[in-house]
């Protein structure tokens, strides 16, 4: 999914694909007597999309196959409304892409079967949008029957506390960063989101989804400055010997290094490559502490320079864009 370019679209995908994440998604969001008559065990992730490519900036979709109870096939088609405010037009849009599946299906000779849509909202504003196609019609009574109904369920997450998000960890997680990630009122919440990632396993799938989390934060919020968040990351990395935290630790750092650091750092980095991974990590060191400080105390880089110990460099080079002045950085040397 690296094409992606959207940071919602992309976090959306990167989230949901996983089966065991969307399982749970539509298990606590469905409507019980819906979800009574699938099989979720069965739910399997399609690769086709079906949002127009001009529509790409406001919605993301994935859609799932899934058996009833019964045996028989059916769809489960998830939308993203990922603008800040609702789009009155939701409801054709949604009657669009389910022609589209159905029409698929058809060309390929294949039964037609129920698609149940579910549209996840995470705007600022409350949905006020009609929830079925027939609530963009008006006219007598005796008409309703020409036009279609077409009903979707809609997880409106600007009407959620933190305390009614359900699901597992994981689930809580990618809905609570997708409720504040237009709001300022992120910055309130990191604490308790990055809770969360205690509740997981310290597995390879946490690390990289811990990096998901990250880099959707890093893109979409805006309102976020990123002193705050290394405010945030430096609290949590009281837990000495967490893998989760180190990750966390060590992303913002390459951030840093990708987005408004990166003067002189790239070019440390291909030398360490080139000459050993100990110079690397010095220059890389002194690198960061330069676009910070702007100047060092020559007996600063001399220290720096005679540390050879790889472990101690990498814990100064986290250090570097965690530390609030030169002070506290030498005050972490190690002492001859």
Do not use: C
């Not at 749970?24 to 999309?49: C, G, I, M, R």
């Not at 990630?181 to 310290?202: M, Q």
């Not at 720096?304 to 080079?317: E, F, K, N, T, W």
């Amino acid at each position: 999914m690296s094409d992606l370019i959207n940071p919602h679209d992309r976090f959306f995908k990167e989230t949901f694909s996983r089966i065991e994440v969307a399982r749970d998604l539509l298990a606590n969001y469905l409507p019980p007597e819906v979800t009574a008559v699938l099989n979720l065990d069965t739910l399997e992730a399609q690769s086709d999309s079906f949002v127009d490519a001009d529509l790409q900036e406001q919605f993301a979709d994935l859609l799932y196959k899934v058996e009833l109870k019964d045996g028989r096939p059916a769809y489960v088609y998830v939308l993203l409304e990922h603008k800040s405010y609702p789009d009155p037009e939701t409801p054709f849009q949604v009657l669009r892409y389910e022609m589209r599946i159905w029409e698929n299906d058809w060309r390929n000779g294949e039964e037609l079967r129920p698609i149940i849509p579910l549209v996840l909202y995470h705007g600022r504003e409350r949905w006020r949008a009609a929830t079925d196609f027939g609530g963009l019609f008006t006219g007598d009574k005796v008409l309703r029957p020409y036009w279609p109904q077409a009903r979707y369920e809609l997880l409106d997450l600007s009407g959620y506390s933190d305390a009614e998000v359900r699901g597992a960890a994981h689930l809580q997680i990618s809905l609570l960063v997708m409720r504040y990630i237009f709001d300022p009122a992120l910055r309130d919440h990191l604490e308790d989101i990055f809770a969360l990632f205690h509740d997981l396993s310290e597995s390879r799938t946490t690390l990289e989804y811990l990096r998901t989390v990250l880099y959707y934060i890093s893109q979409a919020a805006a309102h976020l400055q990123p002193k705050e968040m290394v405010k945030v990351v430096k609290g949590m990395l009281a837990e000495e010997g967490s893998e989760i935290m180190q990750t966390v630790a060590d992303y913002w750092i390459e951030q840093g290094i990708e987005q408004g650091i990166e003067q002189g750092i790239e070019q440390g980095i291909e030398q360490g490559i080139e000459q050993g991974l100990a110079q690397g990590l010095q220059e890389t060191v002194l690198d960061i502490l330069y676009v910070r400080f702007d100047t060092l105390p020559p007996e600063l880089e001399d220290a720096i320079v005679a540390i050879s110990d790889v472990d101690q460099l990498r814990y100064l080079r986290r250090q570097t864009v965690l530390v609030e002045d030169l002070d506290e950085f030498i005050a972490l040397l190690p002492r001859n």
